[in-house]
């Protein structure tokens, strides 16, 4: 057996970093030289599923603590918190299709590597029910009779919970023909052992790197659904629906730990009468918070996310008033959309991979939240913003890091801010 499967730290051996994401090459440098060929069954989009759960947290808590220090940052973090499904975690997972010699190639990310031998790999961060919904859909695509969808396919998204699973075709163009035989794919989708409650289209004939974690639809109206409800679902001390396009979290087994860290961090000193929930989607932290506070106002630029967050109200009864805005965030839409600031108010910040627009956290700043709880999904987005935060008048209370994506060289880190003294 080879060392690093013993879960011994003193066997891994550093790499020279090179160029891109620094956390990455922190990471990089702590882990085992392993030779990671994709025939050998280890892909590229989970580098350290190699590794034994326990040893993997020690990396990454060893590179995010580097990290920290390289960057002078303020506060320390604190332990990492490890997410209670360490692999088949996703319950959102994606394919790059491509049509060569007759066969058609499933691909992870955007790019299309030579590496890959075989047209379908499976992922050790994947549920095998997507493992087994992949396979069904590769080897029919490959079939003559379907290779109309084949020849326009982009991607292949799977989203869901851990119970239920929906497909979406992400097609470069669309025609009664192309809608016909995915009719006739559906249909198999349905009889499929794994639990498929639902199949949507989304024609994108620009053959945009279009992902749902990362960029929405421009034009939701050309979403077609194939069967099943029009809405995804998530059960977390109650049910929130949301449209197929939104955002919601890939690893649903750690969303209750992070919901809990949230909330205590803002629990912690005076009590706020009002919380802000920016990038707020469909409302899982406003609804989860919601009986600790008299009012909550969620703000988002998704309208289909808005509307599922005003709809889940419904679902979550109990805590005070609340009201979602979807509008573009930034400090001039603060501005316009905000009632006047209250001596007890609190915000959560939970913005895409890229971060807040220029000018939100100063415009926060002017309200005086008491509290501020950051959500980054990237570590090389905490400097710049920790900077902002700063030169505004704010100091770190406490880091809490995430493993929001094992098997990876990601983390996503919770960080509590408060007014500066001298303020």
């Not at 020279?16 to 990455?24: A, D, M, R, V």
């Not at 580098?47 to 990396?59: F, K, M, Q, R």
């Not at 249909?187 to 960029?215: C, I, M, T």
Request: aromatic letters at 8%; charged letters at 20%.
């Amino acid at each position: 057996m080879n060392s690093f499967k013993r879960g011994k730290l003193s066997a891994l051996r550093p790499k020279k970093t090179g160029s891109g994401p620094l956390f990455n090459n922190l990471v990089k440098a702590l882990t085992p030289d392993v030779k990671q060929k994709l025939e050998g069954g280890i892909p590229y989009n989970a580098p350290l599923a190699v590794l034994d759960y326990p040893l993997e947290l020690v990396v990454k808590q060893k590179a995010l603590q580097r990290f920290w220090n390289q960057q002078v940052l303020p506060g320390h973090p604190g332990s990492l918190v490890a997410s209670p499904k360490s692999r088949q975690y996703r319950t959102t997972s994606k394919r790059k299709a491509k049509l060569q010699g007759g066969i058609l190639y499933l691909h992870f990310g955007d790019k299309l590597p030579k590496i890959q031998k075989a047209p379908f790999l499976p992922s050790p961060l994947e549920p095998a029910a997507h493992t087994a919904i992949y396979r069904f859909l590769q080897r029919r695509l490959s079939e003559p009779a379907f290779r109309l969808v084949a020849g326009h396919l982009n991607y292949l998204i799977i989203r869901g919970n851990y119970e239920e699973q929906a497909v979406i075709f992400n097609v470069d163009d669309i025609s009664g023909p192309l809608i016909h035989k995915l009719k006739i794919l559906a249909k198999g989708l349905r009889e499929l052992p794994e639990e498929v409650n639902a199949a949507f289209v989304y024609p994108d004939p620009s053959h945009s790197k279009y992902y749902l974690e990362s960029r929405r639809p421009a034009d939701i109206l050309k979403f077609k659904k194939l069967f099943g409800p029009n809405q995804l679902s998530l059960n977390i001390g109650g049910t929130y629906l949301f449209h197929p396009t939104s955002f919601s979290q890939v690893n649903e087994s750690i969303i209750p730990p992070m919901l809990e860290v949230v909330r205590k961090l803002l629990s912690l000193g005076a009590d706020s009468n009002r919380l802000l929930d920016l990038y707020c989607g469909y409302g899982l932290f406003s609804h989860y918070l919601a009986p600790d506070y008299k009012e909550i106002i969620g703000i988002d630029a998704e309208g289909p996310s808005i509307k599922a967050a005003a709809a889940n109200s419904r679902h979550f009864k109990i805590g005070g008033r609340r009201r979602f805005l979807a509008r573009h965030i930034s400090a001039q839409a603060l501005d316009d959309l905000l009632p006047p600031a209250l001596g007890a108010e609190s915000v959560i910040l939970d913005p895409p991979r890229q971060g807040p627009v220029a000018g939100v956290i100063s415009a926060l700043c002017r309200r005086r939240p008491q509290r501020a709880v950051h959500i980054f999904c990237g570590v090389d987005q905490i400097p710049a913003s920790l900077k902002e935060w700063q030169g505004n008048g704010y100091r770190v209370e406490e880091v809490v890091p995430l493993d929001m994506f094992p098997g990876s060289a990601n983390l996503e880190v919770v960080v509590l801010l408060t007014p500066s003294a001298r303020q």
